[in-house]
């Protein structure tokens, strides 16, 4: 008796689950997101708040590999400081691939202490290809790890709560 309330119970928690993580997961990767031509040396571009930001090139799939080792400089405009720019080691070829089969790779991050304008500079900038794309963003490192387990454990719920349900609820 218990098997049929705790099974369908199980399917309707992990769809509930399996559909929050997949909303949170887009709103992390659409949020804020500058898209500049990759092949200009300079951008002027206003960030809207503080925090950490990812420098990402954006390549088509059937292009090759964009450049991930591309030196970037970023400078606040109203005070002239220069902020550090970590560039990030893609040791494991970690990338995300849009609907448009366009490659997304992290290359770069760099710490925003306030809101404002800042002008980004890729001196080798010569190096893109002229489809080339650079996205700014608001960091996503290790926000997608949870999101992505948070999706397969719930998907692995609704499924078993599922055929479970189907198994118990047919036997009697």
Not at 62 to 78: H, R, Y
Not at 101 to 128: D, Y
Not at 129 to 147: F, H, N, V, W, Y
Not at 154 to 172: D, K, N, Q, V
Request: charged letters at 15%; one cysteine or more.
């Amino acid at each position: 008796m218990l098997y049929k309330v705790c099974f369908p119970l199980l399917f309707f928690g992990g769809l509930y689950f399996l559909i929050l993580s997949i909303g949170r997961t887009i709103a992390l990767y659409s949020q804020n997101q500058l898209e500049v031509d990759a092949t200009q040396e300079a951008f002027v571009l206003t960030l809207p708040q503080a925090g950490e930001y990812e420098i990402a090139t954006k390549r088509s799939q059937f292009a090759g590999l964009a450049p991930s080792d591309t030196p970037f400089e970023v400078v606040v405009k109203s005070t002239g400081q220069r902020l550090p720019v970590r560039r990030l080691y893609n040791l494991m070829n970690v990338k995300r691939i849009n609907m448009s089969g366009e490659r997304i790779t992290a290359v770069a991050t760099f710490t925003m202490p306030t809101a404002a304008e800042i002008e980004l500079r890729s001196p080798q900038a010569h190096t893109f290809q002229p489809k080339d794309r650079l996205l700014i963003m608001p960091s996503t490192e290790g926000k997608a790890l949870g999101l992505i387990l948070a999706m397969v454990f719930s998907g692995i719920a609704t499924i078993g709560g599922l055929i479970a349900s189907i198994i118990f609820l047919s036997r009697s």
